[in-house]
């Protein structure tokens, strides 16, 4: 039976692709085009800045060119090799940083998906800047796990590979997670209405 990807991509595909994106351009843009947004959106979920989180893409991307010929598709999936490869770029990021900076307005603007009416998006505006506040008040593990699971859309199977836990352990870790966050945006809401 064959892996899928969240696109139902076959796992193997990717690790065609990965191979052959060695000596074809092509085949690189493929990879590039069906991982892009999604590195990008994991990024921006756990620097909350859209330019931190481009520059950050931009490097997951050219280590991920440098780092090719090291690929084993028996080791793990491609999309769990890219997302290690993000997730120390974000952590050495972290590590480097010396101030923390509030979130810029405009990663409320590209969290919102489409282009909706001017009363939906302040709404969404809204729901988005309580879950990048409630975000930032979790531990790096719990930001970790929702970021690999909804920014990055990674099954636990892939997390637990990523992460070296288990994958029984990522779903406990997941639902603790967000528990976590159900509380803190249930206490934001209960301040706002006092």
Known sequence: MTQTTQNDQPLNDESELAARALADPGAFAKLFDRYFPLVHKYALYRVGDLT????LTSEVFEALLNALPRYKPDKAPFGAWIFGIARHAVN???RNRKNKRE??????????ANDPQPEEASLNLEAEQRLLTALKQLSGREKDIISLKFAANLTNRQIAKLTTLGESHVGVLLYRSMQRMRQLLNEMEENDER
């Open 92 to 94: 050495d990021h972290h």
């Open 103 to 112: 979130v810029p307005s405009e990663v409320m603007e590209q969290l919102i």
């Open 52 to 55: 931190t989180a481009d520059d």
